[in-house]
């Protein structure tokens, strides 16, 4: 019999193996998983670096797909910035992203030392404040390139997550992915199976792993600033708070492209939160984010569709595709 871990939870999410991938449909991953083991063992960081920054340049001209959601997050979140400067900024986000998913396995491929060498952590205390006394915490994680870093390493020392995560269409990706995520402990649960798992999980000692800036076309979402725009929120963080009793701490799970190396950036609790407004907790929310990407624009997510709700029931995204297409 296959022993479980002392933190398996049969309600969370638990993709197995299957024969299935071997089929010829997925001969295709298998030949780039293949490819990548070589550039990710035995190529330096800085080469990576270089080779992504190449790629990085290439890829910022061509305005279309995810490429072209980042364009248009950019020019409402920084409409006072030049275009030229706009690029700028996408291009080093495109350098992280790619020197980060060359990088990225290593997490496995080396082993739990390793990892745990390669990465610096600040502010560690802001967390081990309150679980020290047993209190439940609740992590705030904006949408960055390496945000499944943290996770796995603060599973690695003892303080496994209870997340979120959307399935894959591949369905081997998504296996390996999730074997990743929890290597070292922790569950995840699909967004289908409701909340109250994730809060069982998180009154039972699991840090709490909140995305908070994805767009889920909720109408309970407020509109609040978020850089030079607004942006639709979802205020459920302050009831998550106040029915888990949790302590709410940003983390910034970032990564150094020239360097190789996993930098975890962790803030102090928030404070006088939930206030039991909507409105204002969104606002808050959206102000942490803007902090802590404050001079490291490069580490998130701009090609998400953060802006699709839009106040006048536009779609930035399709209009601009339809434009492009005429």
Request: proline share 6%; aromatic share 12%; glycine share 6%.
């Amino acid at each position: 019999m296959t022993k479980q871990r002392p933190d398996y939870d049969p309600n969370a999410y638990n993709p197995e193996f299957s024969r299935a991938f071997l089929a010829p449909k997925y001969w295709g991953t298998w030949l780039m998983l293949l490819a990548a083991l070589p550039i990710c063992l035995l190529v330096p960081a800085r080469a990576k670096y270089r080779f992504a920054q190449w790629v990085a340049r290439k890829l910022v001209k061509k305005k279309k797909g995810t490429i072209l959601n980042a364009w248009l997050n950019l020019e409402a979140c920084f409409p006072e910035q030049s275009k030229q400067a706009r690029e700028a900024i996408l291009i080093e986000t495109l350098t992280t992203a790619g020197a980060f998913l060359l990088s990225f396995p290593l997490i496995t491929l080396r082993g739990r030392q390793w990892f745990q060498q390669h990465c610096d952590v600040i502010g560690m205390e802001h967390i081990t404040r309150h679980t020290d006394h047993g209190e439940p915490v609740i992590l705030f994680v904006p949408h960055t390139w390496a945000i499944d870093a943290a996770a796995i390493l603060f599973a690695s020392q003892g303080l496994p997550v209870a997340a979120f995560s959307k399935r894959q269409k591949n369905g081997l990706l998504d296996w390996l992915m999730h074997r990743q995520r929890v290597q070292y402990g922790g569950n995840c649960y699909e967004r289908e199976a409701g909340i109250k798992p994730f809060i069982r999980a998180v009154k039972r000692g699991f840090l709490g792993y909140y995305l908070p800036d994805e767009d889920m076309r909720d109408e309970s979402s407020e509109f609040v600033p978020f850089f030079s725009t607004t942006k639709a929120t979802l205020p459920s963080l302050g009831k998550l708070s106040k029915v888990t009793r949790s302590h709410i701490v940003p983390v910034l799970s970032g990564f150094d492209a020239k360097t190789g190396r996993f930098i975890i950036t962790i803030h102090p609790a928030f404070s006088e939160f939930p206030t039991g407004d909507n409105k204002t907790d969104a606002h808050m929310m959206n102000q942490h984010i803007e902090t802590m990407l404050e001079g490291q624009y490069d580490q998130y997510m701009w090609i998400l569709k953060l802006l699709r709700t839009r106040e006048d029931g536009r779609n930035i995204y399709q209009e601009a595709k339809r434009k492009r297409a005429s």
